[in-house]
């Protein structure tokens, strides 16, 4: 799990995972001790104060990844039974964002925490990370919840491996160089996972798409980030650094 998102309507705590998982597109609100599903493009609301609060599960791309990778030393004969991989033990998960809109001190952001792996590769390297549709899945569903990448205000990033940042690009084409969506957005990106996208590690080097970080900072747009709050999104959107999956993740909470 690499995005928590808390979310308090009532001094009772919600949280939205933003997860890889293989389960229907669902978000499930705990209160008091009833149980509720939304489904896209439904949305769940809250509110603070007297500002509503929407929130969208977003789904992206899928991806095709190796069984013993992702369980690690879980023997395939338990996951199996869960999950049942092809015929290269290949496991498909869905890439999945939170769209959230009425943020920020007037509450009128819309904002996107995550974007998925998208459409970017080439070919070959479509093939190889397993990438399986040929559309910008996110785009498509930003469209069924009423919305396009021009409608949003904030991308946050809980770091830049493309896995999660990869959405943020226009589907590959030849000849051409990558291009960046959401010509209308801040892009907030914690500072170390920043400074590790510009020098990582050999162990994660091919995580990170190497012309992302030229075209975040030729947006003008980029706002990198070292506290628990932003100019951006005010005191609703909190912000906390794990040094989990990647130095610095970004864990935010609404």
């Known amino acids: 799990v690499h995005s928590e998102i808390v979310c308090d309507p009532t001094c009772a705590p919600v949280t939205i995972w933003c997860v890889l998982c293989r389960s229907p597109d669902k978000i499930k609100h705990n209160k008091n001790n009833g149980l509720f599903s939304a489904l896209l493009p439904q949305a769940v609301c809250m509110f603070q104060g007297e500002m509503m609060i929407k929130l969208w599960s977003i789904l992206g791309n899928s991806q095709k990844l190796d069984g013993g990778a992702m369980f690690g030393n879980a023997p395939r004969l338990m996951w199996s039974r869960w999950l049942a991989p092809d015929d290269q033990n290949r496991l498909q998960f869905a890439c999945r964002a939170l769209l959230a809109t009425g943020l920020g001190e007037r509450g009128d952001k819309r904002v996107l925490f995550e974007t998925g792996i998208g459409a970017f590769f080439e070919p070959r390297l ?69 400074e590790r996208a510009q020098k990582p590690h050999p162990r994660d080097r091919a995580s990170f798409i190497p012309e992302l970080p030229t075209l975040l900072k030729a947006s003008g747009r980029l706002e990198i980030i070292d506290s628990d709050h932003t100019p951006t999104l005010g005191p609703q959107v909190r912000f906390e650094f794990s040094h989990g999956h990647t130095p610095g993740l970004l864990l935010s909470t609404i």
């Open 126 to 194: 479509k093939e190889r990370y397993g990438v399986v549709e040929e559309d910008h899945v996110l785009l498509a569903s930003l469209a069924k919840a009423g919305f396009t990448h021009e409608d949003i205000d904030a991308v946050v990033l809980s770091h830049l491996h493309f896995d999660h940042a990869g959405g943020l690009l226009a589907p590959w084409q030849a000849d051409a160089p990558p291009t960046l969506l959401f010509p209308n957005a801040r892009f907030i990106v914690g500072r170390e996972c920043w």
